[in-house]
């Protein structure tokens, strides 16, 4: 579209703008990989049909990442990808390996009109992907007519909790875009050379992620991804300061906090916030206020006691340190 003198676009995608940052100056062989990485708007009219929830939309943000590499480099950095998508997804957000599956996504030969016109290419490509999945004992399946337009990807697929296979990681290898974009690096030997580019989304779009991490915690999220992590809850106005001080001096640790003194009673405060799916809530009572401490409830575990006030900040530091 053109708005005063400039044309502007709707990107569907990161790539092509990536391949122009790194086009912008000369590369030595000793600088590669060079990384690019953008958490990005795209946008893409689906057809209405397909469009559903967060799981399929027509704008998306992406954490999107393109690493160029010389072809020596790419058993390594595609190797160093799979283990990312791993610690995200089973150290990180605690998911079972059970729920993933790899699957080795190639053009279809049958259809080739699809796809960038480079036999060659394709075969070099899917071929060394296979490769590096057999050298690092993953379990994979194969499937045609998945690839992206310029290149084979490994893609991670994830039963949501509607019974939907869908893809979220994924790792792409492309010989195509740079070659097409003419990108170049001097290599060891003071000639041109053609990078390759490994296309890299751990979290992929993060609507569709956000969505898949709603449906398979039912919104009970960990302490440490809680958008809000602790709710106090005075019992009565005469614990409102106390209470105000308690998040102020929380806020300081960077934790999450709210404090809800309304006007109602403190079982309704209680069920509220237990619906909101809280972590923590502090009960700030008389008792609390004149021995400066906090009776502490469980969104796991209901009642779990009273604590003083820098014994409860250390727990909850260590629990947000560790992602329990």
């Not at 991490?213 to 958008?227: F, Q, S």
């Amino acid at each position: 579209m053109k708005l005063d003198n400039e044309e502007m676009v709707l990107r569907p995608m990161n790539c092509p703008h990536h391949m122009l940052v790194y086009k912008n100056k000369m590369h030595s062989y000793r600088d590669l990989p060079i990384k690019i990485g953008e958490l990005a708007h795209d946008f893409r009219y689906e057809a209405s049909g397909s469009v559903m929830g967060l799981e399929r939309v027509r704008e998306m943000c992406q954490n999107d990442a393109h690493i160029f590499v010389r072809p020596d480099q790419i058993k390594q950095e595609v190797g160093n990808i799979l283990n990312l998508i791993k610690e995200v997804y089973q150290k990180d957000f605690g998911f079972p390996a059970s729920s993933f599956k790899y699957r080795l996504s190639l053009r279809d030969k049958a259809n080739k009109e699809k796809y960038i016109d480079n036999d060659e290419m394709w075969e070099t490509a899917e071929s060394q992907l296979r490769d590096i999945l057999k050298e690092l004992n993953i379990d994979f399946y194969e499937a045609e007519g998945e690839a992206a337009f310029y290149g084979p990807k490994i893609d991670i697929q994830i039963r949501t909790a509607l019974n939907h296979d869908v893809t979220i990681p994924t790792c792409q290898l492309d010989f195509a875009l740079p070659e097409r974009f003419e990108l170049e690096y001097i290599g060891e030997d003071g000639k041109a050379h053609r990078p390759v580019v490994i296309h890299r989304a751990i979290l992929g779009s993060s609507d569709r992620f956000i969505a898949f991490l709603l449906e398979e915690t039912k919104g009970n999220l960990p302490l440490w991804l809680a958008p809000t992590q602790i709710k106090i809850l005075p019992i009565t106005d005469n614990q409102r300061d106390y209470s105000i001080k308690l998040k102020e001096e929380l806020q300081k640790e960077k934790i999450r906090i709210e404090v809800d003194d309304r006007n109602e009673k403190t079982g309704y405060k209680i069920r509220e916030a237990q619906m909101q799916k809280i972590p923590y809530m502090l009960i700030i009572g008389p008792k609390e206020v004149e021995q400066n401490i906090v009776s502490i409830r469980s969104r796991e575990d209901g009642d779990i006691g009273t604590m003083k006030i820098e014994d409860f900040k250390n727990k909850i530091l260590e629990e947000i340190k560790n992602k329990k």
